[in-house]
């Protein structure tokens, strides 16, 4: 039969279309065997008072990797099961082998299985990063049976298996990394994991798009899905969790690749911060919000003659949309001209910003660049943008504004109805791009005032 990847709709023969959610190429081949009523059996664990259920062995352990276990709310859980994903070459393996070290000098004992790699390549990374304790054993099998069979022997308190696209059952007849195989050889390892009481972290791989490659339940079997970003040409990388049933979803780590492994990065707002220009026409500092964490963005614009007949907006580290709303709204309502410029603003460092707090930053930017007016070195802005112009309230301020003064910054564009600033830091409240570009210093005169 055919199945579904997205929705786990059964279809009797292939076709372009799934049947049950109209998701195009989603049908995969799978095996099925006959089924059998099995008789009628005992409760393996029965009901009792939620008050009363046990639940001491689901403490925390430490990973030994601090930004992990920051995100995580503490460490792994044994019995856990954690589905890491990101890009190739994002560093994965990198950070699981560090991880894997780590808890094997902690005491633990850790069963690493490549399913992809040999064992003398994992040898030769793990030399590499300083990863050779005597307590983390390696195998290099693909095969679900032998994969149980490491567990019997090695009985690990931390399981390791890179990737979930390459293990396979034997008795599934699919290719690995079917849909069949993937969710059978997921079910097993979780069964495993949860019978064994044993932390279990599975590699994934992701498709073209950024999801997670392979059928949408393997994302519902795990308890824990982290999201590894990152741009490869830039040494920062993000860990978000997107699903976590022992913490919340809200934290961000932070790493930087280095020729030794993966290091976390202590103050990232400083690093984003580290090379900046302040006295350039187009930079203007807004601070952000990932999850509960504060970073002090760098956000640049640049103004250039229209090179084609329509005038274009590009943004890298911003949606473009989200740009071509907010230079549309610098022109009407600002008084800036952009009717005979492309417009390019990035976000620097190679991160995402797309969260609304960014948007008076990036219409003061197109503003400072159009005129050529450096924004003032020791002024951040904050506040999301409306189409009128106006200038409105966004979530954490506080949090937001505690880091500006953490890093340097005494001065902040603020909307009127933010609360009262923490102490190192004066605020300017303003109720619309007019008033905040005329603040800063970098609206043109005669412009502001034709346009009020």
Known sequence: MFRCSECGAAAPQWTGRCPGCGVWNT?????????????AAAARHPAQPIGKVEAAHWAHRPTGVAELD?????????????????????????????????????????????????????????ERLGALPDRLWLASDSSVPELVAHLDQVRPEVLVVDSIQTVHDPDLSSAPGSVGQVRESAHRLVQEAKARAVATVLVGHVTKDGSLAGPRVLEHLVDTVLSFEGDRHHALRLLRAVKHRFGSTDDL???????????????????????????????????????????????????????????????????????????AVAEQRAGVPLRERDVHALAVGGVAVDEPGADLGVVLAIASAAHNRPFPSDLVACGEVGL?????????????LTEAARIGFRRALVPPSAPAPPSGIEVIRVRNVVEAAQAAGVARPAAVAEVA
Do not use: N
């Open 253 to 327: 780590g932070l790493f930087e690749m280095t020729a030794t492994g993966l290091a976390p990065v202590r103050d990232p707002s400083a690093l984003f911060l580290a090379d900046r220009q302040p006295d350039v026409a187009g930079s203007v500092v807004v601070p952000v919000m990932d999850g509960f964490r504060p970073l002090l963005i760098e956000i640049q614009a640049l103004l250039v003659a229209r090179a084609g007949s329509v005038a274009r907006r590009a943004g890298q580290g911003i949606d473009s949309g989200r740009l071509g709303l907010l230079a």
């Open 70 to 126: 920051r995100l995580l709310g503490g460490g792994l859980v044994p019995g856990s099961v954690t589905l890491l994903g990101g890009e190739p070459g994002i560093g994965k393996s990198t950070l699981l082998l560090q991880v894997a070290a780590a808890r094997a000098r902690a005491g633990s004992t850790v069963l690493y299985v490549s399913a992809e790699e040999s064992g003398p390549q994992v040898k030769l990374r793990a």
């Open 388 to 400: 009128g112009g106006e200038v409105r309230q966004v979530g954490q301020l506080e949090r937001r």
């Open 27 to 39: 049908l995969g081949e799978e095996r099925v065997e006959p089924s059998t009523t099995p008789p």
